[in-house]
């Protein structure tokens, strides 16, 4: 299709009625030019197409589809190649429902617990939301149709969604909250970008320019259009000049008049109109002109992927004594309401008509298994009837299993928790079972971290998150050792909501929340602070071992410009076959940068026979080192050690190195009479030319003591006289040494400094 052609035939009015909805779901056609409308749907793990009455709430109903594990589940597989699988089976389900884009993936970074969208989320870790996402990209677009990667940028909480702004440095906003959408874009050109309700520092996500325009797409490359989150635009004219292409749904026809209004009075480039109509038409285009209908949707089959996905995906977060796998001869008791009907997504516009639901009690159909349900999910409460059936089975069973977790209630979009608690009636239950069975298990239903007050009485936990329509059948088959679990934590659980960094400031006052923390976000905060959690990022256990040795780097040291494979042996050492997730950290010895301690730079899932290894490869480069640098607004690696840790959670790395990375990027120089001696010292260039003139400086300090005893004297030492003289200004030479150095070759030093 000649688009620029199309857009020549035009009329002013035409085009600014195509930058924006239809309807609740379509974009606007154009008959006069045979353009036809394309239809967009959730997203992001299942389809949510709605035939009758459009929201944007998940309330009215949509076709029956099916519902694979949400985000906060998948990120937890660290396993790109399943999440691609699944991204491509939502593909063949869009091509089928003749959708040209499906509006997800959601990447935004997990600041507090408390966000009630965290169960669309990947992680509070930058990398690993950016690999998960670009995996799904690719794979839905392999089918040739399009993802909508949001909420773009810093929506982190639901408070005040739609007014709120998000007021974060440029460090915290480039090392945290962007990186998950530049490498999306970058790795995997997502077709369009959705931006998000909030504003960021102040201006509207939907008409910041610097956001939209410079940094998605003059730095990052970005090539699709950009829709408006639902409702998200406040000034239409300001969002079209700064890179807001599609508004969604539709604004009654009011926007697209002030579009045209603008045009003719001269305040806004008709050039920005065309160019935002051939964003969005290349875009359907590309979809029309590869539409396949006539792909098959076999929905059985993808509720069969969706059960192995969801495996995958589990964390096995305690296991004492081997509580688990159980032994499928012995007889057990399911305890709970989540067990008959499991919590397998979360509220709001992602909320997925599933064709199918498989419930733990269901898949365990067969076994020997009594059922309690112990509390009842519509009210949140445990009679003490409830609690007392639950105890009696408990006490009949070898091991009794308790099915806790969030009611839907507790956790929507639209709005954040307050508190981080499971409802009083699942603490109570899982009590009360514990104190009638040592042997007690709990299996959480949940879209992000809670308190386990309970912890301690339980031999085993296993965290099964939202995991989609089949998260039953999965739940079986990893608690009976069908499946060696193998997810790991892609949040931290801290253990009370208070020790979160975030915890001071999220939500904000009024309309303004700071994001004072920084960039020190989940287990960058607690690995600072030394603080104990409860399960760190990463953590995971499996029904076998794994030995990580052996770590080879490519070449002793680095240039920042070049990369550096780094390889470990992975050995499974115990007696199942099992996948283990190798992650790699990198970290900064010392240094004048306040910065993590440690942070992901890699992961790999391997899957091991017993006995087996496997070497794995992580590549490194620029970025795996760099931290932003606000003065160059550039990425910067400072030269120096940094070391690199290899393991499988980021609180057990057995493999550590050092390594030292020369930076090629020079910062500015912009010395004055108050820099201090140390800021020189450490600037080999500028020291050269101050070097001369040292010894002068020095004289001057010892000077001033002359009044002290010898004794005292001498006990300045050099180390002692350069040490005091470190935070000494440059205009220092002149107060203790004026008769031998004068303004005049002050002047000429810091000149030469400046230009070295
Ligand atoms: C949500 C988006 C969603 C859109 C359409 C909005 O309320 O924030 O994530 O894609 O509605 O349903």
Not at 408 to 420: F, I, V
Not at 664 to 690: C, G, Q, W
């Amino acid at each position: 299709m000649d688009i620029k052609n199309l857009i020549a035939q035009m009329t002013l009015e035409e085009k600014a009625s195509l930058l924006s909805g239809g309807d609740f779901w379509h974009t606007k056609a154009v008959e006069r030019l045979g353009i036809p409308a394309v239809m967009v749907s959730d997203g992001p793990h299942g389809l949510r197409k709605q035939d009758q009455e459009g929201d944007h709430l998940g309330i009215n109903d949509s076709i029956k589809a099916v519902c694979f594990p949400a985000a906060c589940a998948t990120a937890a597989s660290f396993d790109k190649d399943m999440i691609r699988t699944m991204g491509e089976a939502i593909g063949d389900s869009c091509q089928h429902e003749q959708l040209a884009v499906v509006l997800g993936p959601a990447v935004n970074i997990k600041r507090s617990p408390l966000c009630g969208r965290n169960f669309e989320y990947f992680s509070e870790d930058p990398y690993l939301a950016g690999q998960m996402a670009a995996a799904y990209i690719n794979g839905v677009q392999s089918r040739n149709v399009g993802t909508s990667i949001k909420h773009f940028a810093a929506n982190s909480q639901e408070h005040r969604r739609m007014s709120s702004s998000s007021d974060a440095d440029e460090r915290t906003l480039r090392e945290i909250y962007f990186p998950a959408f530049e490498t999306a874009v970058k790795q995997a050109q997502p077709w369009t970008v959705m931006c998000s309700y909030n504003r960021l520092n102040g201006v509207f996500a939907s008409e910041n320019p610097w956001l939209l325009t410079d940094v998605l797409r003059k730095e990052w490359g970005f090539e699709g259009y950009v829709m408006s989150d639902w409702g998200a635009v406040s000034d239409r004219v300001a969002g079209v000049a700064a890179g807001l292409d599609l508004e969604m749904p539709a604004s009654g026809g009011h926007n697209d008049r002030k579009i045209v209004e603008a045009v003719r009075a001269g305040k806004l480039d008709e050039k920005l109109v065309g160019q935002a109509c051939e964003r969005i038409l290349n875009i359907s285009f590309r979809y029309l002109e590869n539409a396949k209908p006539e792909t098959p949707w076999d929905q059985e089959a993808q509720h069969a992927l969706s059960a192995q996905i969801a495996a995958e995906c589990m964390v096995l977060l305690k296991n004492d004594d081997q509580i688990l796998p159980l032994n499928k001869t012995d007889a057990v008791a399911f305890i709970g309401e989540f067990a008959d009907k499991p919590r397998f997504q979360g509220g709001g516009s992602s909320h997925i008509n599933a064709f199918k639901i498989t419930s733990a009690l269901q898949a365990a159909q067969g076994l020997p298994i009594t059922y309690a349900p112990g509390y009842s999910t519509d009210g949140d409460s445990a009679s003490d009837e409830q609690i007392a059936q639950a105890v009696a089975i408990a006490r009949q069973a070898k091991v009794a299993v308790v099915f806790a977790g969030l009611p839907d209630a507790y956790e929507s979009e639209g709005y954040d928790r307050t508190h981080m608690r499971l409802p009083d009636s699942h603490n109570k239950l899982i009590s009360a079972v514990a104190a009638a069975n040592p042997n007690t298990v709990v299996v959480l239903h949940n879209g992000s971290p809670v308190e386990m007050p309970w912890i301690d009485q339980v031999k085993g936990v296993l965290e099964a998150y939202l995991g989609g329509q089949a998260v039953g059948q999965a739940t079986v088959q990893v608690l009976y050792g069908d499946v060696n679990p193998s997810g790991h934590l892609a949040e931290s659980f801290p253990r009370k909501l208070s020790d979160n960094p975030s915890s001071l400031y999220y939500g904000g006052e009024g309309n303004r929340t700071e994001y004072r923390e920084g960039v020190f976000v989940g287990y960058r905060y607690y690995d600072k602070k030394e603080m104990d959690v409860l399960f760190p990022f990463g953590h995971g256990l499996s029904y076998t071992s794994f030995a990580f040795s052996n770590l080879r780097l490519s070449q002793g040291g680095m240039k920042d410009t070049e990369k550096q494979t780094v390889t470990v042996t992975v050995k499974n050492t115990g007696s199942r076959p099992g996948k283990a997730v190798a992650q790699l950290y990198v970290g900064a010895v010392g240094g004048d940068i306040i910065r993590p301690v440690r942070e992901l730079k890699g992961f790999e899932k391997v899957a091991l026979a017993p006995g087996e290894e496997k070497d794995v490869t992580f590549t490194l480069d620029r970025r795996s080192f760099a931290v932003w640098n606000s003065e160059i607004h550039d990425w910067y690696v400072a030269g120096g050690q940094y070391v690199i840790e290899v393991g499988d959670s980021s609180r057990h790395l057995p493999l550590r190195t050092e390594i030292t990375v020369s930076g090629t990027v020079e910062l500015p120089r912009h010395y004055d009479v108050n820099s201090i001696f140390l800021d020189i010292m450490n600037d080999p260039k500028a020291m050269k030319v101050l070097q001369p003139y040292m010894a002068n400086a020095m004289g001057g300090l010892s000077a001033q003591d002359e009044a002290q005893s010898d004794a005292a004297q001498e006990a300045i030492s050099a180390e002692m006289g350069l040490a005091m003289m470190k935070y000494m200004p440059l205009r220092g030479m002149l107060s203790f040494n004026g008769e031998k150095i004068t303004p005049d070759t002050i002047d000429a030093l810091i000149k030469a400094m400046n230009e070295e």
